[in-house]
């Protein structure tokens, strides 16, 4: 087999790439995003107590403090340190409810991840890199490389036959059968799969092989 043969020693083992987990990107890039603008949805509120826009010190000490934070930054602005928050309400002429639940339910601001920028909070650019990054899988030991070079020359055999038409053309390997009836499956499955209508390497099976 030719990949086989070509394969590092343990003492040179090179990593091989499996795979890219898009599905696992996709829902962790909304779970994060959705943080955003729940926080985002929370600073509006209390904007809209104070009829004007937090700066980046003020949206950062709401991010820290919470309404603690808040609270300070209220009664700083209507000039009573010492009020209460009924009071200041009271002279705001403003529900303290909505803007209350809304930071109760506020997510966690995550400094590794998101960044304010133009008073609101996002994701950091890097994020996006580095969640491509930790969802990208390559094989850790040199049994995945025997597996997914084995996977590799079998697939090569297996579509060239089928391209010259010396076996059935399949859906799954699992579907074919060899004469005396021994099924393919137990044997393949850990391996190979399809793809496209092509015999593909089980990437996410060899992933799984422990050492």
Request: charged share 25%; with cysteine.
């Amino acid at each position: 087999m030719e990949l086989l043969a070509k394969m590092k020693t343990k003492s040179n083992f090179k990593p091989v790439y499996l795979f890219t987990d898009h599905d696992s990107i996709e829902t962790d890039k909304n779970r994060k995003t959705a943080i955003c603008k729940q926080i985002n949805a929370s600073i509006i509120e209390c904007e809209k107590v104070l009829e004007r826009t937090l700066d980046k010190s003020e949206i950062e000490k709401v991010l820290k403090d919470r309404y603690n934070g808040f609270k300070e930054i209220v009664l700083k602005q209507i000039g009573f340190p010492n009020a209460t928050m009924d009071s200041a309400f009271g002279l705001l002429g403003k529900d303290p409810e909505p803007v209350r639940l809304a930071i109760e339910k506020m997510g966690g601001f995550n400094p590794a991840e998101m960044e304010i920028k133009s008073n609101r909070v996002q994701l950091q650019e890097s994020f996006f890199k580095t969640l491509e990054t930790s969802h990208t899988h390559y094989t850790a030991h040199e049994g995945q490389n025997k597996a997914w070079a084995i996977a590799n020359d079998l697939c090569g055999a297996l579509n060239r036959a089928m391209q010259a038409n010396l076996i059935p053309k399949m859906d799954h390997p699992a579907n074919v059968q060899l004469n005396n009836g021994f099924d393919w499956k137990t044997p393949l499955k850990s391996l190979i799969t399809m793809q496209d209508g092509k015999v593909v390497p089980n990437v996410m099976e060899i992933w799984r092989i422990k050492e």
